[in-house]
């Protein structure tokens, strides 16, 4: 069973999303997964094997305690009752309370739109017991989304990741073949992943989330349901 399990479309987007997070919840002591719905088989650089192989060491760095990686095809990701049925059993299998998610209005890639259609259908469809797989229905208590780089509009909440920064960018470093390394010249790279742009916009991201809750570096988020507080002085207090 897992508290939390993160869903993206491709291998590295939850790094990228939300890998601070992950990170500050391993510290936690939470039990967290990564869903990956397609094995990044159609990326511009590396193949579905050099990309199993980084992921297994991204998965390292963050210390998941599980990793899985569904065969839906990468260009194609759709939300068919196939697919569903794909998720649902993941769902179902690993039981988590909490699943993160792309929020699909605001994000280019198709594959991002439609993964977040399809992880929030199943998350509410996974605890339906009349839909039939091997494992009994489970519905988690939230469906909280990400946004990719750029937080379009006011997020419902910012994690501070400021302590766990370098260990994110590790497991964003993992996939050697979609990003640049330390002085790589990326005068000829055909993608913005693999370019010192990249790196410049995940850190400007992160600096604008973290000033809003007063830190150095934040993930936002955002979640249809309330966020309950426990300690308001040490939610809202700026440092």
Same mark, same amino acid.
């Given at each position: 069973?897992?508290?939390?399990?993160?869903?993206?479309?491709?291998?590295?987007?939850?790094?990228?999303?939300?890998?601070?997070?992950?990170?500050?919840?391993?510290?936690?002591?939470?039990k967290v997964g990564i869903c990956d719905l397609c094995?990044?088989?159609?990326?511009?650089?590396?193949?579905?094997?050099?990309?199993?192989?980084?992921?297994?060491?991204?998965?390292?760095?963050?210390?998941?305690?599980?990793?899985?990686?569904?065969?839906?095809?990468?260009?194609?990701?759709?939300?068919?009752? @196939? /697919?569903?049925? %794909?998720?649902?059993?993941? *769902? +179902?299998? $690993?039981?988590?309370?909490?699943?993160?998610?792309?929020?699909?209005?605001?994000?280019?890639?198709?594959?991002?739109?439609?993964?977040?259609?399809?992880?929030?259908?199943?998350?509410?469809?996974?605890?339906?017991?009349?839909?039939?797989?091997?494992?009994?229905?489970?519905?988690?208590?939230?469906?909280?989304?990400?946004?990719?780089?750029?937080?379009?509009?006011?997020?419902?909440?910012?994690?501070?990741?400021?302590?766990?920064?370098?260990?994110?960018?590790?497991a964003i470093r993992a996939y050697e073949s979609q990003?640049?390394?330390?002085? @790589? /010249?990326?005068? %000829?790279?055909?993608?913005? *992943? +693999?370019? $010192?742009?990249?790196?410049?916009?995940?850190?400007?991201?992160?600096?604008?989330?973290?000033?809003?809750?007063?830190?150095?570096?934040?993930?936002?988020?955002?979640?249809?349901?309330?966020?309950?507080?426990?300690?308001?002085?040490?939610?809202?207090?700026?440092?």
């Open positions: 069973m897992l508290d939390v399990l993160a869903i993206g479309a491709h291998p590295d987007d939850c790094e990228i999303t939300m890998g601070g997070t992950i990170c500050v919840l391993k510290q936690l002591g939470y094995a990044g088989e159609a990326g511009t650089y590396g193949s579905a094997e050099i990309r199993k192989a980084e992921l297994a060491r991204a998965s390292e760095i963050l210390q998941l305690d599980a990793r899985i990686t569904l065969d839906m095809p990468d260009g194609n990701i759709r939300n068919t009752e @196939e /697919n569903r049925l %794909k998720l649902i059993e993941v *769902i +179902r299998t $690993h039981q988590p309370e909490i699943v993160f998610g792309f929020a699909h209005e605001l994000t280019r890639h198709p594959d991002h739109y439609f993964a977040g259609k399809l992880v929030k259908e199943c998350s509410f469809l996974a605890g339906l017991e009349k839909i039939t797989t091997a494992h009994p229905a489970h519905r988690p208590s939230t469906f909280i989304m990400f946004k990719g780089l750029r937080a379009y509009e006011k997020p419902d909440f910012v994690v501070d990741v400021t302590q766990v920064w370098n260990q994110k960018l590790e990003v640049t390394a330390d002085g @790589e /010249n990326d005068e %000829k790279t055909k993608t913005f *992943i +693999r370019s $010192h742009t990249f790196w410049e916009l995940i850190d400007a991201s992160a600096r604008v989330s973290g000033a809003m809750i007063g830190v150095k570096y934040g993930e936002p988020f955002y979640c249809e349901t309330s966020v309950r507080l426990a300690d308001i002085p040490a939610a809202f207090t700026r440092k």
